[in-house]
């Protein structure tokens, strides 16, 4: 289990889905980067939540349609 992180480098927190390694996240990642348009955000992929205190508050989203909407409109 992992967890893909969008973040506003400018902002505190920042938005989480958990998902599995392999290759349809490193394909939904690359196009939510592609997707993108605000300097500043960023999309990681990280396994332990606790070892990244950089964003914490996260905010947990439920499905693929949902992140990708709040990424957008970050």
Excluded: P
Aim: charged fraction near 30%; charge should be positive; glycine fraction near 6%.
């Amino acid at each position: 289990m992992c967890c893909i992180v969008a973040k506003d480098r400018n902002k505190q927190g920042c938005y989480a889905l958990k998902s599995r390694i392999g290759k349809h996240l490193a394909e939904y990642t690359e196009s939510l980067e592609k997707s993108i348009k605000k300097e500043g955000s960023q999309i990681i992929i990280i396994s332990r939540l606790t070892a990244y205190g950089e964003y914490t508050l996260y905010r947990f989203v439920d499905t693929e349609e949902e992140f990708r909407e709040r990424v957008l409109s970050m």
